[in-house]
């Protein structure tokens, strides 16, 4: 399978799926957490979060993450998803408006979620750099391979 047919299939993958479980750690202790994202055309991962929460707080010690979008399938079906692992960080607020629209798209949130990220206990906008995806499962048949971004 050619890295642009397996991009194809990450596409498509996270394009149907909502929520996405996210890897953080520190002190060699990790966590997983369940949360909502959208995508830009580069791939790069969005979601919104309190920093009270222990990935938030774990990020800023930490911002090497990792994570996956699986799809929600029968017992009797093979797990379908991509795993993925980057680098996250709170995005500034110059930044927040273009992202926010991605939820808007995406979601459907409102603008109330940009005056929420202003107060000082909102929720924040988070950004992974992807820099490497791999696709698991079977997709037409075929096995992808690993897929480095």
């Known amino acids: 399978m050619t890295p ?3 991009e194809s299939i990450i596409r498509e993958h996270i394009d149907s799926t ?3 479980s996210l890897a953080t ?3 060699d202790f990790p966590w997983v957490c369940e949360v909502h994202f959208v995508y830009d055309e580069d791939l790069n991962l ?11 707080m774990e990020i800023m ?4 993450v ?3 979008i699986v799809a929600t399938l029968a017992l009797d079906e093979s797990p379908v998803g991509v795993y993925f692992d980057g680098v996250a960080r709170v995005l500034d607020d110059d930044e927040i408006a273009g992202v926010a629209g991605l939820f808007h798209e995406r979601l459907g949130a409102d603008d109330s979620i940009i005056d929420d990220a202003a107060r000082p206990d909102g929720a924040k906008f988070y950004k992974i750099t992807v820099r490497n995806w791999y696709a698991f499962g079977s997709f037409d048949g075929e096995r992808p391979q690993k897929h480095s971004m």
Do not use: K, L, Q
């Open 61 to 64: 010690e930490n911002p090497n």
């Open 46 to 56: 969005y979601w919104r979060s309190s920093e009270a929460r222990r990935h938030s």
């Open 18 to 20: 909502y929520h996405m």
């Open 4 to 6: 642009d047919s397996t």
């Open 66 to 68: 990792a994570g996956n």
């Open 25 to 27: 750690s520190m002190n």
